[in-house]
């Protein structure tokens, strides 16, 4: 019995370490209305980087796939030139998409499923980027 009692007595505290832990009421998620805005605020810090761009020929311009609709696919594409630091760029892309993907799902967000179509090819005019579709 002696020997036993040690053994018992972990098992106990154990037990009771587990059934009466303190819940953590510090509740930091947040409201559907603060993440739309997050989005919002990411989303106008990639469309300013990729504004800044310029460019002098049309092998500068590229576009990338910008949003994730509740369907699948992106919302748009954004145009842009090589004149800027394209690696940033496509992180904040990557990191929006997959924020949205997220919110999509987490808020039950719905909307249509048709399908945007990228840009056939991109111009540089006037030292502009241009989709042409």
Known sequence: MKKSFPIIFLFI??????A?????????SKTQEEERKELSNLKTNIE????????????????IALGSKPCGGPWSYLIYSTSINVDELENLVKDYNKKEAAFNTKWGVFSDCAFVLPPSKVNCENNSCLPIY
């Open 13 to 18: 505290v154990c037990f009771s370490l587990v």
């Open 20 to 28: 009466f832990q303190c819940e953590d009421n510090n509740d930091t």
């Open 48 to 63: 300013t980087l990729a504004n800044a761009s310029i460019c002098d020929e049309t092998t500068e311009c590229k576009y």
